[in-house]
């Protein structure tokens, strides 16, 4: 936990709206009212989830329109899905005053720079910084909402305008956790509130990113999905013979268990790259199939060992 005693002077978001109090809408909100960097913070959702919401201390009031919502408001964070985080940034536009930042939690970020591109045309990216923490679970709702959902999780920014230091960790990039030297004043401010709860925070562009992420992060979910299908054709639900396995296998259906119309949203807006990140992997399973009693098997299996070892370091 953060030391409460180490909280700034004053708000490093005066006033902040958060739309959707999911798991990481309400773990946001939780996160900054701890860390102190938030003055007031104003919740978006149902009626009874913003009453539960204010229960927990995790907002100062709430609204159920939108529009409403984001009136006066300084930073506001779009934490639903992809989809719905473009139809929201066409409707809260009007309502934003000139000075608000908007910023989202989507997995993918092409289809939403578009978008802040076609609504705020020349200032879209004043206006807006896309942004995706690589945090989760597979349960959601504000009931397993936590404080603690951001600590030490990268949590990658894409400006709209002007270069961003580079791609994502696996291209040699000495400056990636460099701060791009255009980012307004506002923008600043959003990267050190990220900071203040725990967040490390990575700068990319909206199409690197969202190459990276359908190998690092969709395909992990394509493939437990898939076996999670290849197990329920093969022995159906309830089959005592699932009982036989080792702890892998609940390892690798933990995936499977995420929330489907998420998902359904991630894969439309990110359809090209996970195609192919899709291909690569059908290319490799071939490859394994085609070794098996072969002396090209264990060669492969030696790669992936040393490759994997290096993501544990």
Known sequence: MKDEGARPARPIL???CIIGLGL??????????????????????????????QELGAIDSGAVDAGAAVAGSDFVFLCVPVETSIALLAKIAPHLPERALVSDVGSTKQ?????AREIFGASAGERVLPGHPLAGRE???????????????????????????GPLPGASNANLNAEPAELTAAQRSL?????????????????????????TSH??????????????RVFGGGNPALEIHAGGLR????????????????????RENICAALEGME?????LRESLGGARFRAKFERAREFAKLLKS
């Not at 289809?111 to 978008?115: C, E, K, L, Q, S």
């Open 14 to 16: 005066p006033r902040v």
């Open 139 to 165: 349960l959601s709702g504000l009931e397993h909402a936590s404080a603690d959902l951001f600590a030490n999780c990268l949590w990658v920014l894409t400006p709209i305008a002007g270069a961003a230091p």
């Open 24 to 53: 990481m809408g309400g773990s946001l909100a939780l996160a900054l009212r701890r860390c102190g960097v938030a003055g007031h913070i104003v919740g978006c959702g149902r009626p009874a989830l913003l009453a539960r919401a």
């Open 219 to 232: 395909l992990p979910q394509m493939l437990s999905s898939a076996l999670a299908l290849t197990l329920e």
């Open 111 to 115: 289809a939403f720079a578009a978008a």
């Open 283 to 287: 290319s490799e399973l071939r490859g």
């Open 191 to 215: 990267r050190m509130a990220l900071a203040a709860i725990g967040a490390r925070v990575l700068f990319s562009t909206p199409g690197e990113h969202d190459r990276t992420v359908a190998y």
């Open 251 to 270: 390892s690798m259906l933990r995936l499977a268990a995420s929330d489907p119309a998420m998902w359904e949203q991630i894969g439309a807006s990110n």
